[in-house]
């Protein structure tokens, strides 16, 4: 089996069940959405998703993505990535990375960041309460666009 299937197959069945875990139905539309999402290396707006969803499942609207990702999202199952962009980008929770945002193109990219996860946190946060999730969102121009004459 390649490996990026095995991983894929990995993501389905903790989605299961942590749907199950949730006390919510695994429907094919749920499923689809979410499997989707698992390919996708690029944080797909609802837009794309159903553009790309749309010939596999021809009954599937706009809506019912909305919906299906907000349920997923107060799951914790999904995360919503916001950017400069009014759409909201959508992406699976694990595996936990950061995120590096290019003000010119708009591209998400992932990165990991071991000593940001580690860190000491300064004493006004421990002194505010408790931290439960870290993730850092640098903004910036990547490479790509620094070449090209503006
Ligand atoms: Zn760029
Ligand atoms: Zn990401």
Redesign the pocket.
Same mark, same amino acid.
Not at 112 to 123: G, I, Q, R, S
């Given at each position: 089996m390649p490996q990026n299937k095995k991983q894929s197959d990995d993501k389905i069945a903790r989605f299961e069940s942590a749907l199950k875990a949730a006390g919510l139905k695994l429907t094919y539309q749920r499923l689809e959405i979410f499997r989707e999402l698992a390919n996708a290396a690029d @944080?797909p707006t609802v837009e794309i998703l159903h553009q790309r969803l749309k010939n596999r499942i021809p009954t599937l609207s706009l809506d019912t993505i909305y919906r299906t990702l907000a349920t997923l999202e107060q799951h914790g199952l999904i995360?919503r990535?916001q950017t400069a962009e009014s759409q909201a980008h959508f992406?699976l929770t694990i595996p936990h990375?950061? @995120?590096l945002i290019c003000e010119k193109c708009g591209r998400?990219?992932?990165f990991d960041w071991p000593a940001f996860d580690n860190a000491p946190l300064p004493e006004k946060v421990s002194s505010w309460g408790k931290v439960f999730h870290r993730k850092a969102i640098l903004h910036g121009r990547c490479l790509v666009c620094q070449s090209v004459l503006t």
């Amino acid at each position: 089996m390649p490996q990026n299937k095995k991983q894929s197959d990995d993501k389905i069945a903790r989605f299961e069940s942590a749907l199950k875990a949730a006390g919510l139905k695994l429907t094919y539309q749920r499923l689809e959405i979410f499997r989707e999402l698992a390919n996708a290396a690029d @944080h797909p707006t609802v837009e794309i998703l159903h553009q790309r969803l749309k010939n596999r499942i021809p009954t599937l609207s706009l809506d019912t993505i909305y919906r299906t990702l907000a349920t997923l999202e107060q799951h914790g199952l999904i995360t919503r990535v916001q950017t400069a962009e009014s759409q909201a980008h959508f992406e699976l929770t694990i595996p936990h990375h950061h @995120h590096l945002i290019c003000e010119k193109c708009g591209r998400i990219t992932d990165f990991d960041w071991p000593a940001f996860d580690n860190a000491p946190l300064p004493e006004k946060v421990s002194s505010w309460g408790k931290v439960f999730h870290r993730k850092a969102i640098l903004h910036g121009r990547c490479l790509v666009c620094q070449s090209v004459l503006t």
